[in-house]
């Protein structure tokens, strides 16, 4: 039909166990009629350790997939022509090391580097905020992001180097307001450090602007999300023409890629998510002045556990269905003229200018991470969104209203999730191993040599990392290379100190509390700990607020702890329960880990809950390994998962007695 609009890409996010089944499983995507790949990375590759790494325990191909050296890289993309691709990757702290590795695959295939297409994530700042993944701290990694954005601007003119990526902030419990706001303040720190380093004059900076893309969330209030696109579009032209000096139109242009948003799926009655997934895609897609240029869909059964292939073609098949079988792309913007739409737009961009002001004045984004402002206002909004939900002031169908279910019969029988082998580490840590023997050892060690001068002396570490990517140098000790000159970092988790007093519901709780803590002689004392790599931290942070406002004394140290110093905390701080929270699907090796430790430091006493996307199943070998509770999405009432804390201990502290 003349003057149909083109489709936007079609993708899912993808990657799983190992590069051989993750290529596979694209393969078959692409062949169901996905046109473009997102590549999901497991958490060691993300955080920058090899597979074999203390850290890496039980977390190998869980959330994504392993990615150790170039051999892995090439067996991911064997049999798909990068030339032809338009792949995502989602990876930010090792985005340049993903990056080269993915070049060095290219050369390798013959293709012109001029022709590859994709996205690299590479936003750091949201890692501090939301998603844990980050590595080094702020000033170093926006010096990689920089290194990648002048790299590919010269290198690879079709590429996307930096999605500006406002999708984990709205999982957080970033309101509308705040995802406009922290997500383009974002994208003004990481331009205003490329303007800074000089490198990037004149009309290339507005090639550096022109490659900024942004990825976002769309939640179930879908009129409202689709004008915060209308919004964004409004205000990124703003920031090119007022503070950039940007004209060209495609310059400024708001391109954007999302994925729904996976924080509203539920574990109670999962077939209701398809009605949410298919609503909140049509907030990116209705609107012809903001829409998607990419869209993954999450799968119905992703509170359940791994989407299976099936799962995933279930979301492609919806994105296809309103792509070709609908009238959406016959016609110009249906909301233009709506008066309703108007006035909307533009309450969220006078509150969205107000709240960038804010962050202005702090001094731009890294200095509202470094002081915990823009973390302590996502835990507060997130916190508010769930007393709203436990209150049921917001309805969540099954969940809080009209609970009563028939049994699904789509969520039964074996294979209903996808799980994976639990050989599948042993197995990437012997290929590690054999890649390591293989490879000519001086070699590496000199390419390690030039990315750690390159890293000292404040240049580009693009080309090196290529050089260390083609010589056989491993994701573990590219990562441990940087940590040398850079260091590591910790971020402010955003839980504060002081108890709200206006927390409705918690007399009770309270009243317990006061109660056991006078039979211990001491205020319980609740170690929230997150072992292993998973940087969600969402969850963790809820548990610790509320604890804090029953209160309880609250441990609670951040992300990224093994279970060696967890069990260290707890003996140090002399707890009277542990929380554990992991969504990484690692739950099972870690909480084994834990258990075995505390008992051989005499510690069995003291009771261990755990929350977590848990399968059934899970639930029962944790039981019995010792857990006293385990916790899934579908236990939203925390006032109650505290009253069964306050029981726990006092019925532990009844036993000891």
Same mark, same amino acid.
């Not at 022109?210 to 879908?222: E, K, L, P, Y």
């Not at 309450?347 to 709240?355: D, F, G, I, P, T």
């Not at 804010?358 to 769930?386: F, H, P």
């Given at each position: ?10 993708? #899912?996010? @993808? ?5 051989? &089944?993750? $290529? ?5 995507? %692409? ?20 597979? &074999? ?60 580097? #001029? ?40 290198? %690879? ?26 997500? +383009? ?14 490198? @990037? ?29 209308? @919004? ?14 940007? #004209? ?23 077939? $209701? ?30 509170? %359940? ?21 609908? &009238?959406?792309?016959?016609?110009? &913007? ?40 823009? =973390? ?7 916190? !508010? ?17 009209? *609970? ?41 060690? *000199? ?62 709780? !309270? ?8 039979? +211990? ?40 702890? *093994?279970?060696?110093?967890?069990? $260290? @905390? ?52 944790? =039981? ?7 916790? #899934?999405? =579908? $236990? ?22």
């Amino acid at each position: 039909m003349a003057g149909r609009d083109k489709p936007w890409l079609f993708r #899912t996010y @993808a990657g799983h166990s190992t590069a051989a &089944d993750s $290529n596979k499983l694209y393969r078959s995507n %692409l062949a169901k009629g996905q046109t473009g790949l997102s590549v999901a990375f497991d958490l060691p590759t993300q955080t920058g350790y090899d597979s &074999d790494h203390p850290l890496a325990r039980g977390e190998v191909g869980k959330v994504g997939v392993p990615i150790s050296h170039l051999g892995d890289m090439r067996t991911l993309f064997e049999g798909i022509p990068l030339a032809e691709m338009n792949t995502s990757m989602t990876i930010n702290a090792c985005a340049a090391w993903l990056l080269s590795l993915y070049i060095a695959t290219a050369d390798e295939q013959g293709a012109d580097r #001029t022709r590859l297409q994709g996205t690299t994530q590479n936003d750091i700042i949201k890692e501090y905020l939301s998603r844990g993944t980050y590595v080094f701290p702020p000033a170093p990694s926006m010096r990689l992001t920089k290194d990648t954005i002048i790299f590919t601007t010269e290198h %690879l003119p079709k590429w996307n180097p930096m999605n500006v990526c406002s999708y984990h902030l709205q999982e957080a419990g970033a309101t509308p307001v705040q995802e406009l706001a922290f997500a +383009l303040a974002n994208a003004i720190a990481i331009l205003d450090t490329v303007k800074k380093s000089g490198e @990037a004059e004149g009309p290339v900076f507005g090639e550096v602007v022109g490659r900024i893309s942004f990825f976002v969330n769309a939640g179930m209030r879908f009129i409202t999300e689709m004008c915060k696109m209308r @919004a964004f579009v409004d205000l990124w032209d703003e920031i090119c023409v007022n503070r950039y000096g940007i #004209t060209d139109a495609k310059q400024k242009l708001f391109r954007y890629g999302v994925q729904v948003n996976s924080l509203g799926l539920t574990e109670q009655q999962p077939e $209701n998510n398809v009605y949410r997934i298919l609503l909140e895609m049509l907030a990116v897609t209705l609107s012809k002045k903001a829409r998607a240029r990419a869209v993954q869909l999450p799968a119905w059964n992703e509170a %359940l556990g791994l989407p299976r292939s099936f799962d995933q073609q279930w979301s492609l098949r919806m994105q296809q269905v309103v792509a070709y079988e609908t &009238d959406l792309l016959d016609y110009g &913007d249906i909301f233009d003229g709506s008066t309703e739409i108007a006035r909307k737009v533009e309450e969220l961009k006078e509150e969205a200018r107000a709240e960038l002001a804010r962050i202005d004045g702090m001094g731009g984004a890294v200095a509202a991470i470094e002081n915990s402002y823009m =973390k302590q206002a996502l835990v507060e909004s997130n916190t !508010r969104r769930l007393e709203a939900i436990e209150r049921g002031e917001q309805v969540v169908v099954g969940v809080n209203r009209w *609970t009563e279910t028939e049994p699904s019969p789509l969520t039964t029988g074996e294979g209903a999730i996808l799980t994976v082998p639990e050989g599948v580490e042993a197995e990437q840590i012997a290929r590690l191993q054999a890649w390591r023997e293989a490879r000519d050892a001086k070699a590496v060690a *000199t390419a390690l040599t030039a990315l750690k001068s390159a890293a000292q002396e404040g240049r580009n570490v693009m080309e090196p990392s290529i050089a260390c990517a083609k010589v056989g140098v491993t994701t573990g000790e590219w990562g441990g290379c940087l940590r040398e000159v850079f260091g590591e970092y910790r971020a402010p988790t955003g839980v504060g100190r002081a108890a709200r007093a206006d927390t409705q519901g918690l007399d009770a709780v !309270r009243e317990s509390v006061d109660a056991v803590s006078a039979k +211990l002689g001491r205020r319980i004392k609740f170690l929230v700990g997150k072992p292993g790599l998973d940087g969600h931290s969402n969850g963790a942070e809820q548990i610790a607020v509320r604890a804090r406002d029953c209160g309880m004394e609250v441990v609670y140290e951040g992300i990224r702890l *093994t279970p060696a110093e967890i069990v $260290n @905390a707890a003996l140090e701080e002399s707890v009277h329960v542990i929380g554990l929270s992991i969504l990484s699907g690692s739950h099972v090796p870690l909480v084994r880990d834990v258990m075995e430790r505390l008992r051989a430091e005499g510690l069995s006493d003291v009771p261990v809950v755990v929350g977590g996307i848990i399968p059934p199943e899970d639930e029962a070998q944790l =039981k019995g390994f010792g857990v006293a509770a385990v916790y #899934t999405p =579908k $236990n939203f009432e925390l006032n109650r998962i505290m009253a069964d804390i306050v029981s726990i201990v006092d019925r532990e502290a009844q036993k000891a007695a």
